[in-house]
């Protein structure tokens, strides 16, 4: 029981990263600069990690969400 729980931590982690890394580089194609007011450099950059984290979390708890329930079909018939 314990094994399973460690193993879909460890999972859970690493889509995590993935889906961080992946956001990150996707979000390297916007330009944002017009945005950004003279001076607030450090802000924005700020906020454009916390932009990545909160999109690569909802696309990664969509992936786990979804694999979760892909798994758990086999309880069905």
Same mark, same amino acid.
């Given at each position: ?5 460690? %193993?879909?931590?460890? #999972?859970? &982690? +690493? =889509? ?12 390297? !194609? ?12 450090? %802000?924005?950059?700020? #906020?454009? &990690? +916390? =932009? ?12 786990? !969400? ?12």
């Amino acid at each position: 029981m314990f094994e399973q729980s460690g %193993q879909q931590a460890l #999972l859970d &982690i +690493l =889509v995590h990263l993935l889906f961080i890394g992946i956001t990150w580089w996707a979000m390297q !194609a916007l330009n944002f600069d017009t945005f950004i007011r003279k001076g607030k450099v450090i %802000q924005a950059r700020v #906020l454009f &990690i +916390l =932009v990545t984290i909160a999109l690569a979390s909802l696309v990664s708890n969509f992936f786990l !969400a979804y694999l979760n329930y892909s798994t758990q079909l086999k309880y069905l018939f």
